[in-house]
């Protein structure tokens, strides 16, 4: 491998996360990690992948199976995979005085989704910022609220965990049984609280900056634009149909505002992975339309997954310019180069391919085809949604789905 292979920005990012999973793993197989039998380095790697690639999918239940050290591990893995590994490294970099060269900032853009290599100092400090503030204050209401049934350390303890693990969308939660957030379907404080970080953190890094400097700029780029609309769109379409379809169903037992909170959470979490209500209980036309949800996924830069609301956006506007006769594809008077548009198609293509592939050897094993539809885009999308599929997977289902959410 030569010189320049080595420095190699996209490598150089790839390689970073691999190591992170690696150096999780290890951790997660040691004795004091775990709290029920003995460490399995195969469910270490899945873990470890699943908190690194802020994805949410557990083939052991977080709360029994991992001792507190297991869980700080994960949270620091949520931490920086959520945020990026060179993120945090050019971060502290800069803490420490030092200046960033060329290769620095080239990776930095990747890593941040950006096209030019202007103020990345002042971006970064933005982030880091803005969410320590996020995660602090969602931690603090949480904190608060759980205080009484709780008590003090408990209290502090899981709202700091879910904060953070809301924010990075990541999925992971303490409460034990699989369950996630299910204790809490007619709890508004909690769900509120929980889907505003995970929104927050769906939305992408550049797009939160552009807003907090709103008032000096006057002005959003087209990009910020496609993405806060897009998500709000898609938020509120996939609440009214998750309303319809589990009407009587999982939301049966809910009074009217429980089934609005309820609707407007299971259509936000597509890209964090928690969940009020059982997946595996809804309607099959529940399910398929969350897969479509789970497949567009988040914005660019963000902690989120999926193929992303900015390239759905993009392939729509192709769509509708070519069944309207336009050469040009155009998001609000703007031209969209050749060079965006194939890229979106290249996006689109690899995930489909992956999501066919995976499906077709993990069907080979289970029979399930939703099941396994399911938690393929899950996990291709890094969302954590399951329909229960995640602890029946066998070793190669486990190193499937692992790749796949590295991937």
């Known amino acids: 491998m030569n010189k320049q292979t080595l420095f190699n920005p996209p490598l150089l990012l790839i390689t970073s996360f691999m190591l992170i999973i690696l150096t999780g793993s ?4 040691m004795p004091w990690a775990v709290q029920t039998g003995q460490p399995d380095y195969i469910t270490s790697l899945f873990t470890a992948a699943s908190a690194t690639c802020v994805t949410g999918l557990v083939v052991v239940d977080t709360a029994t199976h991992w001792t507190l050290f297991g869980h700080i591990v ?28 060329l290769k620095q900032k080239i990776v930095l853009k990747l890593a941040l989704n950006r096209s030019g290599l202007e103020s990345l100092t002042q971006i970064l400090k933005y982030i880091f910022a803005f969410s320590l503030v996020a995660e602090t204050l969602g931690a603090l209401i949480l904190f608060l609220h759980w205080l009484e049934p709780m008590g003090w350390g408990k209290a502090a303890w899981y709202a700091i965990f879910h904060a953070i693990s809301a924010f990075n969308n990541a999925g992971f939660d ?10 809490f379907v007619d709890n508004p404080v909690v769900n509120l609280t929980i889907a505003a970080l995970f929104i927050t953190g769906s939305l992408g890094f550049m797009v939160i900056y552009e807003l907090l400097i709103w008032r000096q700029q006057k002005d959003l780029s087209l990009h910020t634009r496609v993405v806060l609309v897009g998500t709000l769109v898609i938020l509120l379409l996939g ?6 379809l589990e009407y009587s169903n999982t939301f049966a037992q809910l009074s009217l505002s429980e089934k609005g909170i309820a609707s407007f959470f299971s259509s936000a979490t597509r890209t964090a992975g928690f969940s009020t209500i059982d997946m595996s209980q809804t309607r099959l036309s529940t399910q398929f339309f969350l897969v479509f949800l789970m497949f567009i996924g988040g914005a660019p830069g963000s902690t ?12 729509t506007a192709a769509v509708f310019s070519l069944f309207r006769g336009k050469s040009d594809v155009e998001i609000w008077k703007r031209r969209l180069s050749e060079k965006t548009i194939h890229r979106a198609l290249a996006i689109a293509f690899l995930a489909i391919s992956i999501i066919f592939i995976d499906v077709f050897i993990l069907s ?23 329909l229960g599929l995640t602890q029946e997977l066998g070793l190669i289902g486990k190193l499937i789905i692992t790749a796949t959410m590295f991937f």
């Open 239 to 244: 609440a009214v149909v998750i309303f319809l």
């Open 364 to 386: 080979w094993f289970h029979s399930d085809l939703m099941k396994v539809l399911f938690e393929v885009v899950s996990a291709t999308s890094t969302v954590g949604l399951s």
């Open 174 to 183: 303490l409460f034990g049984g699989f369950q996630s957030l299910q204790g």
């Open 304 to 315: 989120s997954g999926g193929i992303k609301i900015t390239t759905f956006v993009i392939l």
């Open 26 to 29: 290890i951790l997660l197989n």
């Open 74 to 101: 994960m949270l620091i893995l949520m931490q920086i995979g959520g945020l990026g590994i060179m993120t945090f490294v050019t971060f502290f970099a800069i803490m420490i005085g030092q200046n960033l060269n």
